[in-house]
């Protein structure tokens, strides 16, 4: 058995934090069973982050389906800021409570992991940003996190399940075990190429043995213009100045007539690294960077209880909405009784939080994370790293 929870676990409630059951049961002990809305929001962002991407929203729904609430929602996807609540929850609160915890490990982890992805590809630009990093999480949550990765940005994912989710082909090049076994960088590239379906990109990793750019030049002799990409996961003691081994490894490369032959890096490089890279590098494999990305902290505020607003200190209390122009994408957070106008560049709002949930049925049918990952990219284009 693996330590982990079923999605059945998860739907009776039972990852719930105790002392939301012990409400629970004070709630109901002393027949107080109020209407209650809350809101979902971030009252800070961690690694001076100044954006972050909203996700997680398709396994939300798998909770709240049939649940009597009416839930009001911003779109999977939506770049959002601190104080801008990303969803609100209405109904009794003994119908919701216990899903808090649930709910909320949802979106923190998903739009962590989507966020860190989405920085990487706004850093790489128009470069292959290829997701790596199931490898240091728990296996089942693998394909949670190919699922984010590419909805965030990642061009591609490497391991099966994940890719499936997304409906696209795993994307891998070859591992050190390769290599070693074979005991030869040119002859494990010549037994990839002579097995693997040709429809797979030939990519030569050539940081084991010996020097990155003998063994590039030996690999591409070998292919010619089959090879796709060298990958250089040279180990961090080996690495010195990495831009200038990517500079040497480009210069003999070109100098030979395999202008064609692109650069592929990976290991341990987070999106300041894409910045300093980019001018060489053509692909990256990001691992732990965006797999172990920062969660975001979301937290459940109460707003209203029983048509009253009312909200702890340091929070606002009632309903909201949040506006953004189309054109400049300023956002502005206001009671629920203001209506979108005109932003001061002229461009028209628009409303972020629209009806998700009504009563326990979907308002609108769920994107495909191809539709997700283009509706954020649209939207790279207007923040800043
Ligand atoms: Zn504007």
Request: glycine content about 8%; hydrophobic content about 40%.
């Amino acid at each position: 058995m693996f330590h982990t929870a079923t999605w059945k676990d998860v739907k009776e409630g039972l990852v719930t934090d105790i002392y939301f059951e012990r409400t629970k049961k004070i709630l109901e002990a002393k027949g107080v069973d109020l209407h209650v809305r809350a809101e979902f929001v971030a009252h800070v962002l961690r690694s001076n982050w100044s954006w972050a991407v909203f996700a997680g929203v398709e396994e939300c729904a798998e909770v709240l389906e049939d649940l009597p609430v009416d839930v009001r929602m911003m779109r999977e996807g939506t770049i959002f800021g601190t104080k801008q609540p990303v969803m609100e929850l209405s109904g009794k609160y003994l119908d919701f409570g216990q899903y808090e915890t649930a709910l909320l490990g949802l979106i923190c982890q998903a739009s962590g992991i989507a966020t860190m992805a989405a920085r990487c590809k706004k850093a790489a630009g128009k470069k292959e940003v290829i997701s790596f990093g199931t490898r240091r999480m728990h296996p089942t949550i693998a394909p949670l996190i190919e699922r984010n990765a590419y909805i965030g940005g990642c061009d591609g994912v490497s391991a099966g399940l994940g890719a499936k989710l997304i409906e696209r082909e795993p994307v891998g090049t070859m591992p050190h075990a390769l290599i070693l076994i074979m005991g030869d960088t040119v002859k494990a590239t010549r037994a990839f190429d002579e097995v693997i379906e040709p429809t797979v990109r030939r990519v030569s990793l050539i940081d084991t043995f010996n020097d990155e750019k003998i063994e590039a030049v030996n690999v591409a002799g070998e292919l010619g213009e089959r090879l796709y990409a060298v990958r250089l996961d040279t180990p961090r003691s080996r690495r010195g100045d990495f831009l200038e081994i990517m500079r040497e490894v480009r210069w003999e490369l070109d100098l030979r007539g395999y202008k064609e032959v692109k650069l592929f890096l990976s290991g341990g490089i987070d999106e300041r690294d894409i910045e300093r890279y980019n001018e060489l590098a053509d692909a990256y494999g990001i691992g732990t960077t965006i797999s172990n990305a920062p969660v975001v902290d979301f937290s459940m505020d109460i707003i209203e209880v029983d048509g009253r607003a009312v909200a702890k200190r340091g929070k606002m209390s009632g309903r909201k909405r949040v506006f953004r122009c189309k054109e400049c994408f300023k956002t502005r957070v206001c009671p629920l009784t203001e209506m979108p106008g005109r932003c001061s560049c002229g461009g028209t709002e628009e409303e972020l939080l629209v009806p998700f949930f009504s009563k326990g049925h979907l308002e609108q049918s769920l994107p495909k994370p191809s539709q997700i990952r283009e509706f954020v990219s649209q939207q790279l284009s207007k923040v800043e790293l």
